[in-house]
């Protein structure tokens, strides 16, 4: 199977930075879209940011220029660079990959969440 490992959650105060990492590993043919995901507290997971295979980025109006997602096609990893934390980035975030099996499937994965809490 496929597994997305994320990691560099934590607890930081506002105007703080936080880079999480999401590793895939797995019975994997290769990697397509790769993205992140959050979800607060009563409220809808939403796109935080997604990159391609050949690194075309697309973020959430409202996060552009703070976040920065970036990804190593070798380490098969995906990267948010979090700038400027804000108390409402407060959320669990969610790795999320597109991946081509190495039995020829395309599914969807999703890591397990990593907890980010920016204090005010």
């Known amino acids: 199977q496929v597994q997305l490992v994320e990691s560099g959650g934590g607890l930081v105060q506002s105007g703080g930075s936080l880079r999480l990492s999401c590793a895939a590993s797995?019975?994997?043919?290769?990697?397509?879209?790769m993205g992140w995901y959050r979800q607060a507290p009563g409220k809808q997971r939403e796109l935080v940011a997604s990159?391609?295979?050949?690194?075309?980025?697309n973020y959430a109006d409202s996060l552009k220029g703070r976040f920065t997602i970036s990804r190593d096609n070798a380490k098969a990893t995906v990267y948010l660079q979090m700038n400027s934390l804000k108390p409402e980035d407060t959320a669990v975030y969610y790795c999320?990959?597109?991946?081509?099996?190495?039995?020829?499937?395309?599914?969807?994965?999703w890591g397990q969440g990593t907890q980010v809490t920016v204090s005010s």
């Open positions: 990159i391609t295979s050949d690194s075309i980025t």
């Open positions: 999320h990959a597109v991946v081509r099996t190495t039995w020829g499937q395309f599914n969807g994965y």
């Open positions: 797995g019975r994997i043919f290769s990697i397509n879209d």
